[in-house]
Protein backbone atom coordinates (compact mmCIF):
# COMPACT_ATOMS: atom_id res chain seq x y z
CA UNK A 1 0.00 0.00 0.00
CA UNK A 2 1.08 3.86 -0.81
CA UNK A 3 0.11 6.84 -0.33
CA UNK A 4 -2.95 7.77 2.16
CA UNK A 5 -5.58 4.94 2.70
CA UNK A 6 -9.27 5.35 4.09
CA UNK A 7 -11.74 2.95 4.98
CA UNK A 8 -14.67 2.76 4.19
CA UNK A 9 -14.99 4.57 1.10
CA UNK A 10 -19.07 4.53 2.01
CA UNK A 11 -21.03 5.03 4.67
CA UNK A 12 -24.40 5.03 5.87
CA UNK A 13 -25.31 5.58 9.69
CA UNK A 14 -28.43 6.20 11.35
CA UNK A 15 -28.33 9.13 13.92
CA UNK A 16 -28.16 7.13 16.70
CA UNK A 17 -25.08 5.07 15.24
CA UNK A 18 -21.82 4.91 15.99
CA UNK A 19 -18.98 4.67 13.14
CA UNK A 20 -15.19 5.25 12.93
CA UNK A 21 -13.35 6.10 10.21
CA UNK A 22 -9.71 4.99 9.97
CA UNK A 23 -6.96 7.14 7.83
CA UNK A 24 -3.54 5.42 7.26
CA UNK A 25 -0.69 6.99 5.56
CA UNK A 26 2.27 5.46 4.37
CA UNK A 27 4.25 8.20 3.40
CA UNK A 28 6.45 8.85 6.69
CA UNK A 29 4.38 12.12 6.92
CA UNK A 30 4.23 13.84 10.40
CA UNK A 31 1.04 15.40 10.43
CA UNK A 32 -2.50 14.64 9.52
CA UNK A 33 -5.55 16.72 8.94
CA UNK A 34 -9.32 15.46 8.62
CA UNK A 35 -10.93 17.60 5.80
CA UNK A 36 -15.37 17.94 5.43
CA UNK A 37 -16.36 18.74 2.07
CA UNK A 38 -20.20 19.00 1.83
CA UNK A 39 -21.70 19.38 -1.77
CA UNK A 40 -21.14 22.76 -3.45
CA UNK A 41 -18.77 24.26 -0.44
CA UNK A 42 -14.98 24.11 -0.29
CA UNK A 43 -13.37 22.18 1.70
CA UNK A 44 -13.44 22.12 5.31
CA UNK A 45 -10.37 21.97 7.75
CA UNK A 46 -11.39 19.56 10.75
CA UNK A 47 -8.89 18.84 12.38
CA UNK A 48 -4.81 18.84 12.24
CA UNK A 49 -2.47 16.74 14.39
CA UNK A 50 1.48 16.67 14.08
CA UNK A 51 3.26 14.06 15.63
CA UNK A 52 0.43 12.75 17.09
CA UNK A 53 -0.81 15.76 19.22
CA UNK A 54 -3.82 17.57 18.20
CA UNK A 55 -2.71 21.19 17.49
CA UNK A 56 -5.92 22.46 15.55
CA UNK A 57 -9.57 21.82 16.35
CA UNK A 58 -11.61 23.87 13.83
CA UNK A 59 -14.74 24.54 16.00
CA UNK A 60 -15.58 21.11 15.18
CA UNK A 61 -18.78 19.81 17.42
CA UNK A 62 -18.33 17.35 20.03
CA UNK A 63 -20.00 14.88 17.89
CA UNK A 64 -16.73 13.98 15.95
CA UNK A 65 -14.06 12.92 18.08
CA UNK A 66 -10.87 12.61 16.53
CA UNK A 67 -8.07 10.15 17.52
CA UNK A 68 -4.38 9.96 15.90
CA UNK A 69 -2.90 6.59 18.06
CA UNK A 70 0.74 7.17 15.85
CA UNK A 71 2.22 9.05 13.22
CA UNK A 72 0.31 6.63 10.30
CA UNK A 73 -3.38 6.61 11.55
CA UNK A 74 -5.93 8.67 11.57
CA UNK A 75 -9.53 7.94 12.73
CA UNK A 76 -12.74 10.36 13.10
CA UNK A 77 -14.82 8.25 15.68
CA UNK A 78 -18.89 9.56 14.72
CA UNK A 79 -21.93 10.18 17.32
CA UNK A 80 -25.18 11.08 17.27
CA UNK A 81 -24.51 12.37 13.92
CA UNK A 82 -27.35 14.88 12.22
CA UNK A 83 -28.41 14.23 8.43
CA UNK A 84 -26.09 17.84 7.94
CA UNK A 85 -23.29 15.92 8.26
CA UNK A 86 -23.82 14.05 5.40
CA UNK A 87 -20.49 14.65 3.44
CA UNK A 88 -17.15 13.66 1.90
CA UNK A 89 -14.92 13.43 4.88
CA UNK A 90 -11.11 13.96 3.39
CA UNK A 91 -8.02 12.86 5.66
CA UNK A 92 -4.49 14.51 4.22
CA UNK A 93 -1.10 13.75 5.62
CA UNK A 94 2.41 15.72 4.80
CA UNK A 95 5.35 16.36 6.10
CA UNK A 96 5.83 19.67 7.79
CA UNK A 97 9.39 20.20 6.37
CA UNK A 98 9.48 22.19 4.92
CA UNK A 99 6.87 24.12 6.65
CA UNK A 100 4.87 24.68 3.45
CA UNK A 101 5.27 21.46 1.43
CA UNK A 102 1.69 20.16 0.11
CA UNK A 103 -1.34 17.71 1.53
CA UNK A 104 -1.31 14.27 0.03
CA UNK A 105 -4.90 13.21 -0.05
CA UNK A 106 -6.79 10.03 0.46
CA UNK A 107 -9.67 9.15 -1.88
CA UNK A 108 -12.62 10.13 1.07
CA UNK A 109 -15.39 8.39 2.73
CA UNK A 110 -18.46 9.35 1.66
CA UNK A 111 -20.66 9.67 4.55
CA UNK A 112 -24.83 9.64 4.70
CA UNK A 113 -26.71 10.29 7.96
CA UNK A 114 -30.52 9.12 7.47
CA UNK B 1 -16.97 34.85 4.15
CA UNK B 2 -14.53 32.99 2.09
CA UNK B 3 -11.57 33.97 2.25
CA UNK B 4 -10.64 31.89 -1.22
CA UNK B 5 -12.83 33.00 -4.34
CA UNK B 6 -12.90 30.53 -7.74
CA UNK B 7 -15.67 32.54 -9.43
CA UNK B 8 -16.44 30.38 -12.12
CA UNK B 9 -18.05 27.09 -11.01
CA UNK B 10 -17.24 25.00 -14.01
CA UNK B 11 -14.97 25.86 -17.68
CA UNK B 12 -14.76 24.13 -20.91
CA UNK B 13 -12.65 24.03 -23.70
CA UNK B 14 -11.30 23.03 -26.66
CA UNK B 15 -8.10 20.24 -26.82
CA UNK B 16 -5.64 21.86 -27.30
CA UNK B 17 -6.44 25.59 -26.39
CA UNK B 18 -5.38 27.51 -23.67
CA UNK B 19 -7.44 26.74 -20.04
CA UNK B 20 -7.29 29.89 -17.75
CA UNK B 21 -8.61 28.96 -14.26
CA UNK B 22 -9.01 32.06 -11.75
CA UNK B 23 -8.78 32.73 -8.06
CA UNK B 24 -8.99 35.40 -6.12
CA UNK B 25 -8.15 35.92 -1.78
CA UNK B 26 -9.37 38.29 0.59
CA UNK B 27 -6.65 37.21 3.35
CA UNK B 28 -3.42 39.91 2.64
CA UNK B 29 -1.51 37.49 5.26
CA UNK B 30 -1.66 34.85 2.64
CA UNK B 31 1.92 33.99 1.63
CA UNK B 32 2.10 30.61 -0.14
CA UNK B 33 -0.98 29.42 -3.09
CA UNK B 34 -1.60 25.79 -3.74
CA UNK B 35 -3.23 24.52 -6.83
CA UNK B 36 -4.97 20.53 -6.24
CA UNK B 37 -6.75 18.77 -8.79
CA UNK B 38 -9.74 16.01 -8.09
CA UNK B 39 -11.11 13.36 -10.37
CA UNK B 40 -14.23 12.04 -9.76
CA UNK B 41 -14.23 9.64 -6.63
CA UNK B 42 -10.40 10.62 -5.78
CA UNK B 43 -8.72 12.71 -3.32
CA UNK B 44 -7.07 16.23 -4.79
CA UNK B 45 -3.91 15.92 -5.73
CA UNK B 46 -1.37 18.57 -5.53
CA UNK B 47 -0.84 19.96 -9.20
CA UNK B 48 1.54 23.15 -8.54
CA UNK B 49 2.12 25.68 -5.79
CA UNK B 50 3.75 29.46 -5.65
CA UNK B 51 5.27 31.63 -3.02
CA UNK B 52 4.15 35.17 -2.50
CA UNK B 53 7.96 36.23 -3.30
CA UNK B 54 7.27 35.09 -7.18
CA UNK B 55 4.88 35.91 -9.76
CA UNK B 56 5.24 33.15 -11.80
CA UNK B 57 5.95 29.18 -11.12
CA UNK B 58 5.84 26.72 -14.52
CA UNK B 59 6.07 22.96 -14.09
CA UNK B 60 5.46 21.54 -17.60
CA UNK B 61 2.11 22.41 -19.35
CA UNK B 62 0.70 23.94 -16.00
CA UNK B 63 1.92 27.68 -15.28
CA UNK B 64 0.64 29.85 -12.19
CA UNK B 65 0.77 33.18 -11.90
CA UNK B 66 0.05 35.58 -8.96
CA UNK B 67 -0.65 39.37 -9.11
CA UNK B 68 -0.54 40.24 -4.69
CA UNK B 69 -1.35 43.46 -5.77
CA UNK B 70 -4.72 42.25 -6.93
CA UNK B 71 -5.10 39.47 -4.70
CA UNK B 72 -4.97 37.28 -7.73
CA UNK B 73 -3.70 34.11 -9.13
CA UNK B 74 -4.45 31.64 -12.24
CA UNK B 75 -3.14 28.81 -13.32
CA UNK B 76 -2.79 28.18 -17.13
CA UNK B 77 -2.89 25.00 -18.88
CA UNK B 78 -1.34 24.89 -22.44
CA UNK B 79 -2.16 22.55 -24.44
CA UNK B 80 -5.62 21.33 -22.31
CA UNK B 81 -5.80 17.57 -22.92
CA UNK B 82 -9.01 15.51 -22.47
CA UNK B 83 -7.37 14.03 -19.38
CA UNK B 84 -6.77 17.64 -17.78
CA UNK B 85 -10.94 17.46 -17.21
CA UNK B 86 -11.14 17.77 -13.16
CA UNK B 87 -12.25 19.88 -10.42
CA UNK B 88 -9.62 22.51 -9.89
CA UNK B 89 -9.35 23.74 -6.19
CA UNK B 90 -6.82 26.67 -5.58
CA UNK B 91 -5.53 26.86 -2.06
CA UNK B 92 -4.36 29.84 -0.02
CA UNK B 93 -1.76 29.43 3.39
CA UNK B 94 0.29 31.42 5.84
CA UNK B 95 3.41 31.39 7.40
CA UNK B 96 1.62 32.15 10.57
CA UNK B 97 0.27 28.64 10.26
CA UNK B 98 0.97 26.78 6.92
CA UNK B 99 -1.53 23.76 8.53
CA UNK B 100 -4.18 25.71 8.26
CA UNK B 101 -4.88 25.46 4.09
CA UNK B 102 -7.94 27.63 2.95
CA UNK B 103 -9.68 26.03 0.04
CA UNK B 104 -11.64 27.70 -2.77
CA UNK B 105 -15.27 26.11 -3.52
CA UNK B 106 -13.44 24.75 -6.99
CA UNK B 107 -14.02 24.92 -11.10
CA UNK B 108 -15.28 22.13 -12.84
CA UNK B 109 -12.57 21.97 -16.08
CA UNK B 110 -13.96 19.97 -18.82
CA UNK B 111 -11.35 19.94 -22.01
CA UNK B 112 -13.54 18.70 -25.32
CA UNK B 113 -11.74 16.49 -27.32
Not at chain 1, 44 to 67: A, D
Amino acid sequence: ETGVTQTPRHLVMGMTNKKSLKCEQHLGHNAMYWYKQSAKKPLELMFVYNFKEQTENNSVPSRFSPECPNSSHLFLHLHTLQPEDSALYLCASRDRDPPNSPLHFGNGTRLTVT
Amino acid sequence: DQQVKQNSPSLSVQEGRISILNCDYTNSMFDYFLWYKKYPAEGPTFLISISSIKDKNEDGRFTVFLNKSAKHLSLHIVPSQPGDSAVYFCAASAQTSYDKVIFGPGTSLSVIP
